[in-house]
Each structure stands twice: as structure tokens, then as C-alpha cells.
């Protein structure tokens, strides 16, 4: 069986730097939008968070005299918890997946939306609630919660990871391909776009609404380039 260091491709020894830059790469390879698999997308999640909660490298996780450090995430900044109260506080992000309002007739403008799906018992990767670190996208928020959320460009040049704003803001990225009337009506690349309020509600998966469906690009367009990110 493989080890969370095997299936990322890095060495038991990787510093933090390492893991992160392979754990980005092995999302992008592992995507069902390109050419991966739901089960291989979550055994990437897997193996990421496995080695982040202290994986030990010989088949467990750290304990006797090393459990006692701290996460790798904790800890890659060089940062102790006395400079925890300083860092900026995450964004929690309630998320709505667009495919499942047709199934239960509902639409993107209904005021009472997120509560009808509240109340819906939807699948975890349909519905629910993420949180988003300070500076982080939208899309690398929702692939550390282990969603295979859609996207091909990764850089503003295709609406495949668009998403609908209905409630807080997100930042906006000037570089994007998205016209002027598409953004006035909420529509955002998760790809390149932050929360700035502290709450936020979106759906995504949007890319087949019109005025984007033209501004979709086939993913394995990109494939290649991520592979070599």
C-alpha cells in the first residue's frame, strides 16, 4: 500500500515547501476534469492531510515523543502560536453546487435558496461550508477540503471555475476574461478570486449559464502546462 509521501511523489523528508508544491501538482494531474478520478482525487486529499496531521513516514502517525509538535501547517510559516492572534482570520464560504437546482426547481435568484438547500439533505460535495484562509483562492480553498471543484486555465483565461456571489464579496482580479455585465451580476473565477467579507455564499459550477458556456475551454487544453507547474 502506498504511503501519503508515495502517492504525493515527494520524499518522507520533503520540507513544507515540497509537500505543498506536489500536493498542487497531484490535484491538478488527479482532477476528474482531467483525465483523474473522484477515487484518486480523494486519496491525494488523503494522503495531504494525513502528512500535515503528522504522518510519521513508517506507516502511522507521529506519536511517543513526536506527537507533541506541531502540524505542519501549524508550523510552516516558522510561526509559533504566540503569533496566531495577529494573522488575519479565515473566511467561512457556504457553497452550493449549480447542477442541483434543476432537480429540485430551483433558481440562482430565489431569495430563500441557500435555506431550501440547507434543509435538503444534499450531498456533502453539493452543499455545505468551507473555510478560506487570507489570500487564498476560492478553488485551492475548496481542493483543501478535498472538492474537485471544475477548472481548466487556472488563470483567468476561461469561465470553467466560475461562480455566482450571492451574499458577501470577493476580490476582483482585473486579469480575467469575464465581460463587464457577467461581473456586475456577481459572477466571479474562483481560480484567481479571495473572500473580503467574513461570510460569503456561492454556487459554483456556473460555467454553463449563458453569455459563460462560450467562455469555456476544453480542460485538457491545460493539461500539460499544470503537469509541468
Not at 49 to 63: M, P
Not at 166 to 192: H, K, T, V, W, Y
Request: net charge negative; charged share 35%; hydrophobic share 35%.
Amino acid at each position: 500500500m502506498e504511503s501519503p509521501f508515495e502517492i504525493l511523489g515527494v520524499d518522507s523528508d520533503a520540507d513544507d515547501a515540497e509537500i505543498e508544491r506536489a500536493y498542487r501538482r497531484r490535484v491538478k494531474e488527479s482532477h476528474p476534469d482531467h483525465g483523474g478520478s473522484a477515487e484518486e482525487f480523494q486519496a491525494v486529499y488523503a494522503a495531504y492531510r494525513e502528512i500535515l496531521n503528522g504522518y510519521d513516514g513508517e506507516g502511522g502517525a507521529d506519536d511517543g515523543e513526536g506527537a507533541d509538535r506541531p502540524s505542519r501547517r501549524g508550523d510552516a510559516n516558522g510561526r509559533g502560536d504566540e503569533d496566531d492572534e495577529d494573522e488575519p482570520e479565515e473566511s467561512r464560504v457556504e457553497f452550493l453546487n449549480y447542477e442541483v437546482l434543476d432537480d429540485h426547481g430551483w433558481a440562482l435568484d430565489d431569495d430563500d435558496l441557500f435555506e431550501k438547500a440547507s434543509a435538503a439533505g444534499l450531498d456533502p460535495a453539493d452543499y455545505g461550508e468551507i473555510p478560506v484562509e487570507p489570500n487564498q483562492s476560492l478553488l485551492e480553498a475548496a481542493e483543501d477540503q478535498g472538492f474537485a471543484w471544475p477548472y481548466a486555465c487556472r488563470g483567468g483565461a476561461c469561465a470553467n471555475c466560475a461562480v455566482a456571489v450571492i451574499e458577501g464579496e470577493m476580490e476582483m482580479d482585473s486579469s480575467n476574461i469575464l465581460p463587464s455585465e457577467m461581473i456586475a451580476d456577481g459572477i466571479r473565477l474562483s481560480c484567481l478570486n479571495a473572500p473580503i467579507t467574513d461570510e460569503m455564499k456561492v454556487v459554483y459550477n456556473v460555467k454553463h449559464l449563458p453569455n459563460l458556456d462560450e467562455l469555456k475551454l476544453p480542460p485538457d487544453r491545460f493539461e500539460r502546462a499544470h503537469l509541468n507547474d
